[in-house]
């Protein structure tokens, strides 16, 4: 298995605070992925990021910010969490030579 | 644009009965296609990828997809369902030319004894 951690695993917050989901590989892969999964939605692409401290937006990146400092973390940061953002996040990880995606054991986030 | 389409959110199939799941992409450009299969509460995992080579792709636990350019699919199929495949199956699509990838919506696969 790609060693993808994710933390935290569960959390429940309130609407408004700010919150961190944070990724972390040990595999030194380039891309580094944010998703959300939603029922009927399939995966959502949030953010990524093609190297350290550069990242671009996806398809559902509004209300989220990512930071990538070191190449083994990627970070997403709900600035003021909404009820709209609960779902469950997953990290993935890829080469630029393998097109294979490697995923994360995700975190539940719930907005109440 | 790439986009995937997965036909039917639910399957249900007897056991040791064929799995067929369906896929179908859009794109300008032949892409990259990958099935994943995702158990209960976890991540997902990587079942099978076409890159262009061999159009008949076998992955892991007896899966295997076949690239139909013309049809524009790639739909996932198993000779015989076993209970352990009950699962969510989820089809992607990576353009050739970089590192993005677009899922389709899912199918639950449900295994009856």
């Known amino acids: 298995d790609a060693g993808i951690t994710q933390s935290p695993r569960h959390k429940v917050t309130e609407t408004g605070t700010p919150v961190t989901l944070r990724c972390h590989q040990t595999?030194?892969?380039?891309?580094m992925y944010w998703y959300r999964q939603d029922p009927g939605h399939g995966l959502r692409l949030i953010h990524y990021?093609?190297?350290?401290?550069?990242?671009d937006k996806g398809e559902v990146s509004d209300g989220y910010s990512v930071s990538r400092s070191k190449t083994e973390d990627f970070l997403l940061t709900l600035e003021s969490a909404t009820s709209s953002q609960t779902s469950v996040y997953f990290c993935?990880?890829?080469?630029?030579?393998?097109?294979?995606?490697?995923f994360g054991p995700g975190t539940r986030l719930t907005v109440t | 644009a790439q986009s995937v389409t997965q036909l039917g959110s639910h399957v249900s199939v007897s056991e040791g009965a064929l799995v067929l799941l369906r896929c179908n992409y859009s794109?300008?450009?032949?892409?990259?296609l990958f099935w994943y299969v995702q158990y209960p509460n976890q991540g997902l995992q990587l079942l099978l990828k076409y890159t262009s080579a061999a159009t008949l792709v076998k992955g892991i636990n007896g899966f295997e997809a076949e690239f139909k350019k013309s049809e524009t699919s790639f739909h996932l199929t198993k000779p015989s369902a076993h209970m352990s495949d009950a699962a969510e199956y989820f089809c992607a699509v990576s353009p050739n030319t970089g590192n993005q990838f677009y899922f389709g919506t899912g199918t639950s696969l449900t295994v009856i004894p």
């Open positions: 993935a990880i890829s080469e630029w030579f393998s097109y294979e995606q490697y």
């Open positions: 794109s300008s450009v032949p892409p990259y």
């Open positions: 595999e030194n892969h380039r891309y």
């Open positions: 990021s093609y190297g350290v401290k550069d990242t």
